[in-house]
């Protein structure tokens, strides 16, 4: 009977031992399917929520938030996460994790599905082969993520302009890529930009490619008329980049990831070809240079060929003089671009031309801004003069801006009519006035006496002028009806007068035939001829 009772109590405390193997099954499974736990730091907990918070990548949950505490020095707070067994790869060194919030920026609006979901921590699996646990979280979403294909470049410019992160790249007005980072230079004297290019519109980015500033719009004037460029409306709102290559390398070899390339303040800038030598002069006015500033063009004729780099006061206290010195950095290639080469040595060029009559003047730029540029050119009637050698840069002549002379002529004016006796002028000139005034004044009355009395007799004239003309008129008219009416005495005596005329004239043709006939009869007399 014993053996029998120690039998019924292992089966009593078989299911309880199987159960606990299953249960113990069950927590093995579950710690070996259990994935890493990681921590990620993040300056703020806004949108975090322990155990409700969950993980993403690809719109996939690979985890969840488990707790959240304040890291040691209370600047920023840490979050405990646990990632599934899957995504265990993708915890390495370059991996990248920020909280995916509703965002509004002046490029881009993000996070809006949030609204209805909440907040989750995004994450962009990195490239790297090393495994880590800690991270740093970023303060906003990345504008690429790392398996976006393309490739970064690196743009160094003076300043930021209106750009932000997240600005649209401009490649033939098409959007190519955007602006991704930017951050000061170390010394503080520029801006370095970090821009990425989609794929495969980075195979256009050579090595000569040139980058520019494509916010706001460009408004050119010229003898075309007025273009009004802008890559786009955003562009002009929130800011952008536009590049291009060269025609003559656009077979050349895309450039490497990461090559680096000055950011152009504008397009002109950007497409102008490189000076390859440069020459600082300096230039000394006596005049005032108001209107003149830092980067003022330095022209020859028209064609730009330097710019005003620094403008400096020089007070002289023997003669107690001020002078204005401005220096100016000039580009020879572009003077003597046409010149063959050897004919003129680098730096001669200006000496000789100065030589002929070279100098410098301050010109108005443009009437409506009032600034001012250096011009450069000849001025045969100047004294003579020769580029000025000290131990800093070279001076060249100035002569004095057409509006000084202006100035000195107006001024020169007005001592000379300071100097006229311009009282005694004024005073004779108010006599004179007076008397004509009196003149005018006697002119009228005089006026007025033969409007009244002298008017009414040369009327009563002209009346009894005409009634006499009228008895003229028809005295003429009696007079020529009896001069030539068929009738008249007067006619008959001529008619008469007429008919003796006649014989008288018949009679000298006569004896003009008998002269002809009988020449001597003039000597002897009238023969009379005989009868045969």
């Known amino acids: 009977m014993t053996p029998h009772r120690r039998w019924s109590l292992q089966l009593v405390w078989l299911i309880p031992i199987i159960a606990a193997l299953i249960g113990g099954w069950l927590g093995i499974k579950a710690m070996l399917d259990q994935g890493p736990t990681i921590t990620i730091s993040f300056s703020t907990a806004e949108g975090l929520e322990p155990e409700k918070t969950r993980v993403k990548y690809r719109s996939m949950d690979i985890g969840r938030v488990t707790g959240i505490a304040f890291s040691e020095d209370r600047k920023r707070v840490i979050a405990t996460v646990a990632i599934s067994k899957q995504a265990k790869p993708f915890l390495v060194e370059d991996t990248r994790f920020w909280v995916v919030r509703p965002r509004i920026s002046g490029t881009q609006i993000s996070g809006l599905g949030t609204l209805l979901s909440g907040a989750y921590i995004g994450m962009d699996v990195g490239e790297s082969s090393e495994s880590k646990r800690k991270f740093v979280g970023l303060d906003v979403p990345p504008i690429v993520t790392i398996d976006l294909p393309g490739r970064h470049f690196q743009l160094q410019a003076s300043d930021l302009g209106s750009l932000d992160v997240g600005a649209p790249v401009y490649f033939r007005r098409v959007q190519v890529g955007s602006v991704v980072a930017y951050e000061l230079d170390k010394d503080g004297v520029g801006v370095k930009l970090r821009v990425f290019i989609n794929a495969p519109y980075d195979q256009h980015v050579k090595a000569d490619t040139r980058f520019w500033q494509a916010s706001g719009f460009d408004m050119v004037l010229d003898a075309s008329g007025i273009r009004l460029n802008t890559e786009s409306l955003a562009s002009m709102l929130l800011g952008g980049i536009a590049f291009q290559t060269p025609a003559e390398s656009a077979q050349a070899a895309p450039a490497q990831g990461g090559a680096s390339f000055t950011l ?150 007005a001592r000379k009519l300071d100097k006229l006796p311009l009282e005694g002028t004024v005073s004779d000139a108010r006599k004179s006035l007076q008397a004509l005034e009196n003149t005018l004044v006697a002119t009228e009355r005089a006026v007025k006496r033969v409007d009244s009395e002298l008017t009414p007799q040369a009327g009563r004239t002209l009346t009894d002028l005409s009634r006499t003309l009228v008895n003229v008129e028809k005295t003429l008219d009696s007079l020529q009806r009896g001069l030539l009416a068929e009738d008249a005495p007067m006619q008959r005596d001529v008619r008469e007068t007429l008919r003796e005329v006649s014989r008288a004239a018949e009679a000298m043709r006569s004896l003009s035939d008998y002269l002809e006939r009988n020449p001597g009869s003039l000597l002897r007399g009238r023969v009379e001829e005989t009868v045969k």
């Open 264 to 413: 152009y303040p504008d397009q002109g800038k950007a497409l102008r070809l490189p000076d390859t030598a440069e020459e600082t002069y300096q230039m000394v006015f006596d005049e005032s240079v108001r209107g003149l500033s830092v980067g003022a063009p330095v022209d020859f004729r028209g064609v730009v060929i330097g710019e005003v780099t620094a403008i400096h006061v020089d007070f002289d206290a023997k003669k107690l003089d001020v002078r204005i010195p401005v220096e100016v950095r000039l580009y020879p290639d572009r003077l003597h671009g046409k010149v063959k080469q050897g004919a003129v040595p680098p730096g001669a060029l200006i000496e000789k031309l100065v030589a002929r009559g070279l100098r410098a003047q301050l010109r108005s730029g443009s009437l409506v801004t009032g600034q001012l540029v250096v011009a450069l050119d000849f001025f045969p009637e100047a004294p003579k003069a020769a580029v000025l050698k000290r131990s800093g840069p070279a001076e060249i002549p100035t002569t004095a801006s057409s509006l000084q002379e202006l100035q000195a002529t107006l001024l020169s004016l």
